[in-house]
């Protein structure tokens, strides 16, 4: 068995330091990179994607809303199009950088509102697609695990990826219980471990509600900006290999 374990990262900015990214990065197989639009500077994209290089760690895009103060976690009202020129604009930043340091842009993951908002919206879905598609049909695209952007990437014929989260509930519909809320975040990491291999291995995902509801697993997600992300990613890399679950960039 093979699965991805990634990482949302790059998010400091200017003098602010959000994360601990040079230590992550090391763990894990896959990063998911700021593009300055929630989280994120130029310097930060730069010194994220050399790490990434030095560490043979797969490269994704982490567009999100245009909210530096919310972290992009707060939905936008803006027309759909608008949406695939904010997602152009940053994932080509990303491009750019990666060009420059000789490696090949993986995934694009969209970030924070952005993300959940195409669990249930297919017309959002598709319009973000279609905009990395005309950047680059070969991209992979990462979306919340049952949702629409997975299956809008693959009815575009694009690689879609199922990506689950070590460190959030969920609500029995699939989507994550909202931060707004006091139970939205896993703090332990033996629950985040257990809440993990669940996923893996049974394929089922335990809800805030106690029900078990059929998931598919193909990335797992720690938010970098986490006090307990280092942690949670060592702890997880260590179940995963004492079951012999091989960690690759997916």
Same mark, same amino acid.
Do not use: W
């Given at each position: ?66 909210? !530096? ?5 707060? +939905? ?5 199009? *608008? &949406?695939? %020129?904010?997602?152009? #604009? ?58 629409? !952007? ?5 009815? +575009? ?5 199922? *990506? &689950?989260? %070590?460190?959030?509930? #969920? ?58 992300? !280092? ?20």
């Amino acid at each position: 068995m093979k699965i991805d374990l990634n990482a949302d990262l790059g998010e400091s900015f200017g003098n602010y330091k959000i994360g601990n990214d040079a230590a992550i990065i090391p763990l894990i197989t896959s990063a998911n990179v700021a593009c300055g639009m929630h989280a994120g500077d130029f310097n930060v994209m730069e010194q994220t994607i050399q790490l990434c290089k030095e560490q043979g760690v797969g490269i994704g895009a982490h567009p999100g809303y245009n909210d !530096l103060m919310g972290f992009g976690r707060r +939905k936008v009202d803006m027309p759909y199009e *608008e &949406v695939e %020129a904010l997602i152009t #604009y940053q994932v080509g930043a990303i491009q750019a950088f990666c060009q420059r340091h000789g490696v090949k842009l993986n995934h694009v993951k969209p970030h924070g509102a952005l993300y959940n908002a195409t669990f249930n919206d297919r017309k959002l879905a598709d319009h973000i697609v279609d905009a990395l598609y005309r950047l680059d049909p070969a991209l992979k695209v990462m979306g919340i695990a049952g949702g629409h !952007l997975v299956q809008a990437a693959e009815d +575009k014929g694009m690689t879609g990826i199922h *990506e &689950v989260f %070590a460190d959030r509930n #969920y609500e029995e519909d699939g989507t994550l219980v909202s931060r707004k809320e006091a139970d939205a975040l896993i703090h332990d990491a033996e629950e985040a471990t257990a809440h993990i291999l669940r996923m893996i291995n049974d394929q089922v995902v335990k809800t805030k509600t106690g029900k078990l509801v059929p998931i598919q697993a193909d990335s797992i997600c720690v938010h970098g900006d986490g006090p307990e992300a !280092l942690q949670f990613v060592h702890a997880i890399r260590t179940a995963l290999q004492k079951q012999n679950i091989e960690l690759t960039t997916i």
